[in-house]
């Protein structure tokens, strides 16, 4: 019994993707939308404060070959990372250290819109650390990607409807 019982607590964490994903369509122009992604400073409004931190910008910072370097807490740790903007649709975020992870914010066009994709890519955690990561780390680094997302499609102008709130021109 104690065998069984083993086996499908390890078949089920087996089975749970580590990954960060979070997807929105925003009925938005795509222009629209990579002009606020590709700009780091307005990237970093988007990020909620306790999710990302310590914002260092580099001296571009828009289009392609900005950067930027973060930290943010995980684990009891803070981590430090460099953003870069790789295209204008697709800002990649390098985390620095040989526990190091990409993260990939893209837009694709979309039937109403454009469909926006945060997407960090994990390996699967340590046992002794896995339920709490699957329990406690990743709903919250879902949470901060969900207001990421919230926070983009208010600054953003709908296709056809008026302004958001960007506070900048």
């Known amino acids: 019994m ?7 607590t390890t078949l089920s964490f087996a089975q749970s993707n580590p990954d960060i994903v979070v997807q929105r369509v ?3 122009q795509s222009s629209e939308v990579a002009r606020q992604v590709s700009d780091l400073e307005r990237l970093q409004s988007l990020m909620p ?7 260092v910008l580099g001296p571009q910072r828009q289009g392609k ?7 943010f807490p995980l684990l009891h740790k803070r ?13 990649e975020w390098e985390t620095l250290g040989r526990n190091g992870f990409i993260t990939r914010l893209l837009l694709e066009p979309a039937e109403s ?5 945060l997407h ?3 390996n699967e955690p340590h046992k002794l ?8 780390v990743q709903p919250v680094w879902v949470w901060c990607y969900e207001q990421a997302l919230d926070r983009l499609a208010e600054k953003v102008t709908p296709i056809g409807g008026q302004p958001g709130n960007d506070g900048r021109s």
């Open 120 to 122: 960090t890519y994990l």
């Open 26 to 28: 925003l009925q938005a």
């Open 79 to 91: 981590f430090f990372m460099v953003l870069r903007t790789v295209e204008a649709d697709h800002v």
């Open 49 to 55: 404060q306790q999710c990302m931190a310590d914002w």
């Open 2 to 8: 104690g065998l069984l019982v083993f086996l499908l």
């Open 113 to 117: 819109g454009v469909n926006v994709t």
């Open 65 to 71: 070959g900005a950067t930027s370097r973060v930290s």
């Open 129 to 136: 650390v896995r339920k709490h990561f699957f329990d406690k």
